[in-house]
């Protein structure tokens, strides 16, 4: 059992930046890939970004490529999501998530049923 919690949420103005992370309480992360997802009011969760177990491969969905950046400290039992540039299209619950083997971002894709385990989440607003 892997227990997710994400902290860094908050209120934020557009063109303004947060970082959200993501730590694992009495588990390692070492050993799964990580997924960031999020879902707004009303609309579907969508896969955001993700990061393989050793860091060695990343995805972002197109609507965020080139404002977030996903880290991971191993050693710190953590994985961030840095957000710059952000807009008021990016107001969401923004979750991660664990995967023992993530395969659908290789094909442009993140697919949830992939992620074993989730975080409660935390709210990203941007809005002036």
């Known amino acids: 059992q892997v227990h997710l919690v994400e902290s860094g949420g908050g209120l934020v103005q557009p063109g303004g930046s947060l970082r959200l992370s993501c730590a694992a309480i009495?588990?390692?992360?070492?050993?799964?890939?990580i997924g960031w997802f999020r879902q707004a009011p009303g609309k579907q969760r969508e896969g955001v970004s993700y990061?393989?177990?050793?860091?060695?491969?990343?995805y972002y969905t197109d609507s965020v490529w080139g404002r977030y950046t996903v880290s991971r400290d191993n050693a710190e039992n953590k994985v961030y999501l840095q957000m710059n540039s952000l807009r008021p299209e990016d107001t969401a619950v923004y979750y991660c998530?664990?995967?023992?083997?993530?395969?659908?971002?290789?094909?442009?894709?993140?697919?949830?049923?992939?992620?074993?385990?989730w975080g409660q989440g935390t709210q990203v607003t941007v809005s002036s």
């Open positions: 998530a664990a995967s023992p083997g993530a395969t659908g971002q290789r094909m442009g894709i993140m697919i949830m049923a992939e992620y074993d385990y």
């Open positions: 009495g588990s390692t992360l070492n050993a799964y890939d």
């Open positions: 990061i393989s177990r050793r860091g060695d491969s990343t």
